[in-house]
């Protein structure tokens, strides 16, 4: 039998790590689907799509995209664009974005395609709550401000300093969880795990003790 692992939290809770980590481990899919939203991001920016855009033109360019995974890299229109997508011009347009209706609409149904037939861990903020409600596992990742700005820096992607990304952190966290479509927030049935004081491995440890023995190899 497959099954789905939903993964949601706000920003640098280690979503990505602990799911790609966790595939591993299990031997199942990982989508990512944070990285679809940037993607799409990207591709406004180089076409000059801004907030303002109408509906009308945001269709068009969401009919000229076509996202594709290889060994969990993205791939927008055949390109590698992992680099591109973590830039902190992506990260700073990709919540308009993704608060976008007519994007999250493509995004959710490209997610329930790709997910369909085998076993994934999808990791996002709608996963549990829209995406897949049903999904078999469900958990909320957290940690403090703090935690996620260090880890953040850590990764070394950014041109900021450590308390700018707490601060842009923040201000994402708001708006995720404010937005009208799909806002950030925990399903009921989610299992809440804070991370801010453990390491991967208890992180996932905690995960794989919440899992059927059936799914667990
Ligand atoms: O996980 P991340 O930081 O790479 O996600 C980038 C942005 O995409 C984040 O600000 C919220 C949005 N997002 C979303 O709205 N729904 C998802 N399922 C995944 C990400």
């Known amino acids: 039998m497959t099954y789905i692992i939903a993964i949601d939290g706000p920003s640098g809770s280690g979503k990505s790590t602990i799911s790609n ?7 199942i899919q990982y989508l990512n689907t944070g990285a679809m939203y940037r993607a799409v991001t990207h591709f406004f920016l180089e076409n000059s799509i801004n907030e303002d855009a109408s509906d009308e033109q945001i269709l068009s360019m969401l009919g000229k995209i076509k996202i594709n995974f290889i060994d969990n890299e993205i791939y927008l229109n055949g390109k590698n664009i992992e680099k591109e997508i973590r830039t902190d011009q992506v990260t700073k347009n990709v919540s308009w974005v993704s608060a976008n209706a007519l994007v999250r609409e493509k ?9 369909n037939e085998k076993s994934f861990v999808l990791d996002g ?6 995406v897949f409600p049903d999904a078999k ?24 300093t450590i308390e700018e990304i707490e601060k842009s952190i923040i201000d994402r966290d708001l708006y995720d969880s404010s937005r ?3 806002p950030l927030r925990k399903a009921d049935d989610a299992i809440e795990i804070d991370s801010s004081m453990q390491s991967i491995d208890q992180t996932i440890d905690a995960i794989l003790s919440h899992m059927d023995k059936e799914d667990v190899l």
């Open 21 to 27: 980590e966790l595939a591993e481990i299990l031997k």
């Open 107 to 115: 995004l959710v149904s490209m997610q329930r395609e790709i997910a």
């Open 125 to 130: 903020r709608d996963i549990g709550t829209v």
């Open 137 to 160: 596992y469900k958990f909320y990742l957290t940690a403090s401000s703090k935690e996620r700005a260090r880890r953040r820096f850590l990764q070394n992607e950014s041109e900021l």
């Open 180 to 182: 009208e479509n799909s």
